[in-house]
Structure formats: structure tokens, C-alpha cells
């Protein structure tokens, strides 16, 4: 897959006063544990004041005013059009929120919060990855792994439930779901913490990789980055973000067109997974039958033979297992995705 393998610890550890974000996934016979220093380098926010609640329920598409202390969610950063922006993970705490967010964005989000904030609202914005470290726990043993962390109590919990711990007299914070899936943990901590943690992790068979891992794994997934699938060029509806989106609290950013969206059926195309028989270079077009129907925003390699990409297709023109052309010659499948598939339109869900 490309990934930069660091199978000796000490090499890890170097990399880990560095990195902020480690991405651990696990196969039916190993774990393995994945830096990602390009893309998501995880950016960590605390959202403080009494208005922080709020605050952030007016301004992304999830509903924070039904959530309590220990629970928390996916929520969807938009433009006043609902044009996606971003993907933030959220803990609700005793006295504040934790939002994880991407590098890419986090720039035009602290500037757009921070625009918003006004004389009265009691609400501040404090970046926080420079105190915190972030792992994430994916796979079929990641339970045996809290198990033997003395953690086990969250498993089989809400998505975005969590807990704090202290492993070995130092504090860390667990969450159920991680940035790519609904299953397996999220661990935020200190970067005195993380070392610790990390030592732990491979002691169960963990091996480092890097940054091309965790690009492959969600783009598998299906799921959507900022400045691919997440642009200005694609509302959250056609990302297919449901899960994140609030569709009964009442006005917020982006609820005008959402609302309109789903009244009168206007969402014209959707985000889909495309098995291809070559590489293809995001951006090419998509075709049925010559005509265009879409555009391909991510491509990977995967294990087997063959390569996977991710693109938008209009509505009407394909579906599952639907044949297309993928540029000039590239031919590709249609299919569904374990991150796209989770997604449930209009239904009733956590936090919405």
C-alpha cells in the first residue's frame, strides 16, 4: 500500500513526539498501528463557555443540545448553502467540547467560529493538539485490546460515548468510533501519556505505517476528506453524511438549503466507491454510455489486483454494481461502501 514501515520502537517513539495523530488498525491476526503525518495530522479543539453548546449547534449540522456529558458525535462543518467543509468528531465533556478536525480546514473553521462569536456569547476556541496526542483503535480485536487496557466497559456503547481512565497514573480519554468507522476506539491523551500507551499497543503486535496507509484505508472505507469528496463544489447531502445531520433542531447554518433539499428530492448525485481496472487520476471523468455523470475526487491502490477510487455520479445514471468508464479507458464498478453504507437517510439516529 505504500506505507513507510517503522517496525523498530525507537523509531516510533522519535515519531511520535513529532505527530499528533496514530491510526491503529487491526487484521484477524495483527494489530497494526499507522502515523499519518500529512493528512491528518488531527487537529484538536476545546470549546469552552457556558454557550458553547449552543454555539455549536448553530453552526454545524448535528444536534449538541440532545447530547450529555459523555456522549458525543460526528458533526458536519458547511457553508451557508450546506457545501461540505469539513468532518469534526466531537466529545461532549463536564466543561467543554473536544472537536477533532483536519489540518486542511482548521484554518477557515477557526476563522469562520471566531467570526461568529459575538460580544455576548460566552463561548472560546482553544487549540489543543499541541497537549494532546490522538489514537485510534480499528479492527476485529480492538476489543481484546481494551480488554487487556482494563477499558472494556465501553464496549457496546453509543457511538461517541466515552469515558476517562488512567493508565498507569496518567489520564486518557476513550471514545467508541474513530474517524473511519463505528466500531473500534478513540484515545485522546497527553503526549507524556502517549508514549506509554504506545508502548502497550505494541506490545500486542503493533506495527507502525504511514501516511499512504491511512489514505488507502479511507479511501476503502469511503470515507470523505476535505479538499476531495468535502469541497465547495458538493453539498453534505450528496456526501451522503447523514449520520451527522440534524434534520428536526431548528435553524442553523446550511438548514435553509438542507430542508429544501430533502423536501423537493433535489439531491442530484451521490458519493459511491469504483473498483477500476487501472489507476485513475482524481479529477477524470466519469461515463455511461460516453455521456458524463460524474468525476472521480480519490483513487488508491487496494491488496488484491486492482485499484479503488471514490467519486460523485448523478443520481439516475448509475447504482451497485453498475459498469463504468473512468476517463479514456478505465473501466470501473459501482459499489457501496462500509463508511457510505452507515449512513442512514432520514432515519432517526443518535445525536440527530
Keep these: 500500500c505504500g506505507a513507510e514501515l517503522l517496525p523498530k520502537s525507537s523509531r516510533a517513539f522519535k515519531l511520535l513526539n513529532t505527530l499528533h495523530l496514530v491510526l491503529v488498525e487491526?487484521?484477524?491476526?495483527?494489530?497494526?498501528?499507522?502515523?499519518?503525518?500529512?493528512?491528518?495530522?488531527?487537529?484538536?479543539?476545546?470549546?469552552?463557555?457556558?454557550?458553547?453548546?449552543?454555539?455549536?449547534?448553530?453552526?454545524?449540522?448535528?444536534?449538541?443540545?440532545?447530547l450529555h456529558e459523555g456522549e458525543g458525535c460526528d458533526t458536519v462543518f458547511v457553508t451557508p448553502t450546506a457545501r461540505t467543509i469539513d468532518i469534526g468528531y466531537a466529545w461532549i465533556m463536564k466543561n467543554a467540547i473536544t472537536l477533532v478536525v483536519s489540518p486542511v480546514t482548521c484554518q477557515s473553521i477557526t476563522e469562520t467560529l471566531t467570526k461568529y462569536i459575538f460580544f455576548a456569547d460566552k463561548v472560546e476556541i482553544t487549540d489543543i493538539t499541541k497537549q494532546t496526542s490522538f489514537f485510534v483503535l480499528l479492527g476485529p480485536k480492538s476489543s481484546q485490546v481494551m480488554e487487556h487496557l482494563n477499558l472494556k466497559d465501553l464496549d457496546g456503547q453509543p457511538y461517541g460515548s466515552h469515558k476517562h481512565y488512567s493508565i498507569n497514573g496518567m489520564p486518557i480519554t476513550v471514545g467508541v468510533g474513530n474517524l473511519v468507522s463505528e466500531e473500534g476506539f478513540s484515545m485522546l491523551m497527553s503526549p507524556a501519556a502517549a508514549t506509554t500507551v504506545w508502548d502497550i499497543l505494541l506490545s500486542h503486535g503493533a506495527i507502525p505505517m504511514g501516511a499512504n496507509a491511512w489514505e488507502r484505508l479511507r479511501t476503502l472505507r469511503g470515507r470523505p476528506a476535505p479538499g476531495k469528496e468535502l469541497t465547495k463544489e458538493y453539498n453534505v447531502l450528496e456526501a451522503s453524511l447523514w449520520n451527522s445531520i440534524s434534520l428536526d433542531k431548528g435553524c442553523y447554518k446550511g438548514q435553509e438549503t438542507i430542508s429544501r433539499l430533502i423536501t423537493y428530492d433535489g439531491v442530484k448525485q451521490s458519493l459511491w466507491g469504483v473498483q477500476l481496472s487501472a489507476p485513475a487520476r482524481p479529477g477524470s471523468p466519469i461515463l455511461v454510455d460516453g455521456k458524463k455523470v460524474g468525476r472521480?475526487?480519490?483513487?488508491?491502490?487496494?491488496?488484491?489486483?486492482?485499484?479503488?477510487?471514490?467519486?460523485?455520479?448523478?443520481?439516475?445514471?448509475?447504482?451497485?454494481?453498475?459498469?463504468?468508464?473512468?476517463?479514456?479507458?478505465?473501466?470501473?464498478?459501482?459499489?457501496?461502501?462500509?463508511?457510505?453504507?452507515?449512513?442512514?437517510?432520514?432515519?432517526?439516529?443518535?445525536?440527530?
Design 296 to 352: 472521480l475526487t480519490s483513487c488508491t491502490s487496494r491488496r488484491e489486483p486492482g485499484y479503488f477510487g471514490l467519486g460523485y455520479i448523478k443520481r439516475q445514471a448509475a447504482s451497485e454494481g453498475s459498469t463504468v468508464l473512468v476517463g479514456d479507458d478505465i473501466v470501473g464498478r459501482v459499489v457501496n461502501l462500509p463508511y457510505l453504507a452507515k449512513q442512514h437517510p432520514l432515519g432517526k439516529k443518535s445525536g440527530s
Design 26 to 66: 487491526l487484521s484477524s491476526n495483527l494489530i497494526i498501528l499507522c502515523f499519518h503525518p500529512c493528512f491528518y495530522q488531527c487537529i484538536s479543539y476545546e470549546v469552552s463557555g457556558e454557550d458553547r453548546v449552543s454555539f455549536l449547534h448553530n453552526q454545524t449540522t448535528a444536534n449538541f443540545e440532545c
